[in-house]
């Protein structure tokens, strides 16, 4: 009985041992994409439509830098990001 309940805590334990910090950079630029077939001005993060993978396992921590590289005068300079919090339930969410 009592080996059982260590390898179950060990097991627990297996989350926290291979979680691992995950850091992505995002270039938002202004590019001429056809993300509907017809060519237009875009905002995107690294140029590229749809934007990239981010590629992370349960228990992992992500920090996502993200750098303003919009150049076009005619277009907003602002950048945000939309995060549905309600998908983070259970996990801290640090927003700065």
């Known amino acids: 009985m009592l080996t ?3 390898r179950l805590a060990a097991l627990s334990l297996l989350p926290s041992v291979f ?3 995950r850091v992505f950079n995002l270039d938002i630029v202004n590019a001429q ?3 509907d077939g ?3 001005d875009t905002v995107s993060p690294n140029g590229t439509f ?3 993978t981010f590629a992370v396992n349960k228990g ?3 920090v996502i830098h993200t750098h303003n590289k919009l150049t ?3 277009m907003r300079r602002s950048t945000s990001i939309v995060v549905p919090l309600q998908s983070f339930r259970g996990f801290p ?3 700065s």
């Open 4 to 6: 059982s309940s260590l």
């Open 19 to 21: 979680a691992a910090q």
């Open 33 to 35: 994409l056809a993300p």
């Open 38 to 40: 017809f060519v237009r």
């Open 50 to 52: 749809p934007g990239p």
């Open 60 to 62: 992992d921590s992500v």
């Open 72 to 74: 076009d005068p005619k």
């Open 93 to 95: 969410v640090h927003c």
